[in-house]
């Protein structure tokens, strides 16, 4: 079946560091791919995604790049901030049934 | 704009106490889902709703309803809510006719079971 793994948190940087939160899947077919972010106590914000191979998705800093030869959408930010602070879901929207496959989430800690 | 809106954003039961949680959302989404999320695991889905066809997860216990009298709106009751049913509630809404669209979510109602 269908399946989203992430790296394991938490992920520990200090402030401007490069950030990279690795992301693989399984599907069948071609996914949407997705990040979302969820700060502490708040739903989950859509950070960026990407509709289909080769599709770079980018916000605020942050980028994700759907590989299809390597079923991957890494994120990455070049400079993170104390504000990046949150937890980071990976996952993909199984077309069949418009349901959305979530990782297992990552918490990122930025220290000043 | 919030788009997607849960109410409360706190909610405080009491052990076996019906309580309803409530969704409501200005984007004219066909689907309508709620979560369960404990302690920032990823999303547990529990049901959705494509118009008014309700889908429920196979794993979804039977404490837990859903009502969507239009298409705004949708309710998620908890009939004999238990100490292990605390925890965040996300509703996300989406539509599917427009191709690979993203799940929109409410800020989620933090469920407390005293």
């Known amino acids: 079946g269908d399946s989203v793994t992430q790296m394991e948190g938490p992920v520990t940087l200090s402030e401007e560091a490069f950030l990279t939160i690795n992301c693989t899947y399984t599907?069948?077919?071609?996914?949407?791919l997705f990040w979302y972010v969820q700060y502490p106590g708040e739903g989950l914000q859509l950070l960026l995604k990407a509709t289909k191979a080769d599709d770079k998705g980018s916000n605020k800093g942050f980028e994700a790049t759907y590989r299809k030869e390597t079923t991957s959408f890494h994120l990455e930010k070049g400079s993170v901030q104390v504000s990046d602070s949150a937890v980071y879901f990976c996952a993909l929207l199984r077309d069949s049934n418009y349901q959305l496959i979530w990782g297992a989430g990552t918490k990122l800690i930025i220290k000043p | 704009d919030a788009m997607v809106i849960q109410n409360p954003r706190y909610q405080v039961t009491q052990f076996g106490k019906p309580v309803t949680l409530s969704c409501s959302q200005t984007l004219n989404h066909n689907v309508m889902y709620w979560y369960q999320q404990k302690s920032s695991q990823a999303p547990k889905l529990l049901f959705h709703?494509?118009?008014?066809?309700?889908?429920n997860e196979a794993d979804t216990p039977d404490n837990f309803q859903s009502r969507r009298p239009n298409t705004s709106f949708c309710f998620l009751d908890i009939r004999s809510p238990g100490l292990g049913d605390a925890a965040m509630y996300l509703c996300a809404t989406s539509n599917p006719l427009q191709v690979r669209t993203e799940a929109f979510f409410g800020q989620g109602t933090r469920l407390t079971v005293v």
């Open positions: 599907a069948t077919g071609y996914p949407s």
């Open positions: 709703y494509y118009d008014k066809d309700f889908n």
